[in-house]
T-cell receptor
Framework: SAVISQKPSRDICQRGTSLTIQCQVD?????MFWYRQQPGQSLTLIAT?????????ESGFVIDKFPISRPNLTFSTLTVSNMSPEDSSIYLC?????????????FGPGTRLTVL | KQEVTQIPAALSVPEGENLVLNCSFT??????LQWFRQDPGKGLTSLLL?????REQTSGRLNASLDKSSGRSTLYIAASQPGDSATYLC??????????FGDGTTLTVKP
């Protein structure tokens, strides 16, 4: 299994500002995933981050709004830029056990963001 | 496009009851299916992973089954406890590409 930590655990931000969320994994992983979970809804994949290459964004998500860094095999950041109240969500970092045949997914504790 | 449905959306049971949560998916070409638990405002905790070649997995009071041909998985919780109260999500994991999550079943176990 993988142990994942996220910072901050929660934040309250003003409209128009940006927040960077950090994700740290206790082992080296090829792919890291960033999800958004809006209130009362299920998970939506924002992007997949591979070390050494540009992140791959899902439909409806763009790099200018959600820039991602992946400087090494254990760390990634997601920035939520120019925030609006619609960005209020839980943001989740995830990895899978790729490299095995299982592809079991593991999640961090999440960052609960409220935008005023 | 894979679609995952979880029924019921919410379930309330008295402590001690056995219960079943359902997950159905439209495309049977899956690699794995995974069940998660999510407490309010928190991340997801992996409960069980069933590989496509398996029919069930067990962990303590939890048993998950998989029937690929009918596009269904169930999560059985035995002797439910108030601490089991949470939202339970299933995720279909393809051989390539992104996972698809259901909307979850919110379980309340009353003392």
């Amino acid at each position: 299994s993988a142990v994942i930590s996220q910072k901050p655990s929660r934040d309250i931000c003003q409209r128009g500002t940006s927040l960077t969320i950090q994700c740290q994994v206790d082992s080296q992983v090829t792919m890291m995933f960033w999800y958004r979970q809006q209130p009362g809804q299920s998970l939506t994949l924002i992007a997949t981050a591979n070390q050494g290459s540009e992140a791959t964004y899902e439909s409806g998500f763009v790099i200018d709004k959600f820039p991602i860094s992946r400087p090494n095999l254990t760390f990634s950041t997601l920035t939520v830029s120019n925030m609006s109240p619609e960005d209020s969500s839980i943001y989740l970092c995830s990895v899978d056990s790729s490299g095995t045949s299982y592809n079991e997914q593991f999640f961090g504790p999440g960052t609960r963001l409220t935008v005023l | 496009k894979q679609e995952v449905t979880q029924i019921p959306a919410a379930l309330s049971v008295p402590e001690g009851e056995n219960l079943v949560l359902n997950c159905s998916f439209t495309d049977s070409a899956i690699y794995n299916l995974q069940w998660f638990r999510q407490d309010p405002g928190k991340g997801l905790t992996s409960l069980l992973l069933i590989q496509s070649s398996q029919r069930e997995q067990t962990s303590g009071r939890l048993n998950a089954s998989l029937d690929k041909s009918s596009g269904r998985s169930t999560l059985y919780i035995a002797a439910s406890q108030p601490g089991d109260s949470a939202t339970y999500l299933c995720a279909v994991i393809p051989g390539a590409g992104k996972s698809t999550f259901g909307d979850g079943t919110t379980l309340t176990v009353k003392p």
